[in-house]
């Protein structure tokens, strides 16, 4: 299945520049994303891969449910405005510093890590929002590709 994905994929290697993988907590996106970045590899592409957990706002700052518990599926619960800057200036093929959030700390590390795609080569990108448009408003639906992931659970 990886495999006829990255075909599609780069079937739409005039179009598509982005490629969203969303699924629940633990459902395996993070491989998924490992395994199609290799693939695309294969098919002659030069892909890179951002995870949206670099993209948490500061632990102090994440809204809260309905019960009062820090709420970290929420998508506001992402700094959306800069990940959105950042996806555009990627595609314009400028280089960006990808932020690296520390779980350990709550916050972004001071200094993150460069980044440039490649010109027309695809950016994936994985996180429970994926599929949410309001990650990708400013890309237009023709550049994505979109993805979902579930894990396979075995009833006994």
């Known amino acids: 299945k990886i495999a006829q994905i990255a075909d599609l994929i780069s079937e739409r290697r005039d179009t598509l520049r982005v490629v969203l993988i969303a699924g629940p907590s633990s459902s395996g996106k993070t491989t998924f994303a490992q ?18 957990d670099n993209y948490f706002i500061d632990r102090k700052l994440t809204p809260k449910d309905e019960n009062g ?12 405005e800069l990940f959105n800057t ?20 709550g916050c972004c590390e ?10 027309g080569e695809p950016i994936i990108i ?13 890309i237009p639906r023709e550049q994505k590709y979109k993805i979902y992931v579930s894990a396979l659970t075995q009833l006994n």
Request: net charge negative; glycine share 6%.
């Open 69 to 80: 518990e820090l709420d970290f599926e929420s998508i506001d619960a992402l700094k959306l």
């Open 110 to 119: 001071p200094e993150g890590f460069p980044m440039r795609v490649p010109e």
């Open 35 to 52: 395994r199609l970045l290799v693939q695309l590899r294969v098919n002659g592409r030069r892909p890179v891969s951002i995870s949206l």
């Open 86 to 105: 950042q996806l555009s200036q990627l595609i314009a093929g400028e280089k960006v510093e990808i932020p690296i959030y520390n779980f350990k700390t």
């Open 126 to 138: 994985e996180g429970i929002h994926g599929l949410n448009d309001r990650l990708t408003e400013v």
